[in-house]
């Protein structure tokens, strides 16, 4: 059973248009995150949903915006595409908002901008 | 703000040796330390963590240490297998706060 999955594994998409991936998970936790991985492999936060509030708002442009419709999703849309935005997007989930749980990741959304 | 500082950025070792990698943070208040690994294509999956209440965990070939005055934690991997080739991440966080700090990330490469 997958604990947390990502929708598509793969988007190729062009500079301007807007994308949307889907993420859920299915282990009852409470908190869920979307995640910023780049060439360099580094890991940065975005955002944070605790029982579809948001709770954390990084230093991320406009046009990410991340809707919660229950607390087994949180999607992420992007408009107006860059360049700069491909990497890969991960989604994560934790037993609660206090961060000393495990965080669950998902395989990962591989976004590539030309 | 909240930082924590890895090292080394790559590893390479012979198979069989051991490999240690080394945290620094930033946030004295900080009380939970998870070591992250991810391999090549793949999600990060934790493979240990520690609580500030001690001083060193182990689980098999994996072992971390913590030094909370001087705010060093580290991971040691003895036996090196081919298998445990993959970039390894340290984080920090404290059980008040709403994220969790991730390091920069190690790569480490098993040679045969």
């Known amino acids: 059973d997958t604990a947390v999955s990502q929708t598509p594994k793969y988007l190729v998409t062009q500079m301007g248009n807007d994308k949307s991936i889907k993420c859920e998970q299915n282990l009852g936790h409470d908190t869920m995150y979307w995640y910023k991985q780049d060439s360099k492999k580094f890991l940065k936060i975005m955002f944070s949903y605790n029982n579809k509030e948001l709770i954390i708002n990084e230093t991320v442009p406009n046009r990410f915006s991340p809707k919660s419709p229950d607390k087994a999703h949180l999607n992420l849309h992007i408009n107006s595409l860059e360049l700069g935005d491909s990497a890969v997007y991960f989604c994560?989930?934790?037993?609660?908002?206090?961060?000393?749980?495990?965080?669950?990741f998902g395989p990962g959304t591989r976004l590539t901008v030309t | 703000g909240e930082n924590v500082e890895q090292h080394p950025s790559t590893l390479s070792v012979q198979e069989g040796d051991s490999a240690v990698i080394k945290c620094t943070y930033s946030d004295s208040a900080s009380n939970y330390f998870p070591w992250y690994k991810q391999e090549l294509g793949k999600r990060p999956q934790l493979i240990i963590d520690?609580?500030?209440?001690?001083g060193e965990k182990k689980d098999q070939r994996i072992a971390v240490t913590l030094n909370k005055t001087a705010k060093h934690f580290s991971l040691h991997i003895t036996e090196t297998q081919p298998e445990d080739s993959a970039v390894y991440f340290c984080a920090a966080s404290r059980s008040s706060a709403s994220k969790i700090i991730f390091g920069s990330g190690t790569r480490l490469s098993i040679r045969p």
């Open positions: 520690i609580r500030s209440n001690v």
């Open positions: 994560a989930s934790s037993h609660s908002a206090g961060q000393m749980y495990e965080q669950y």
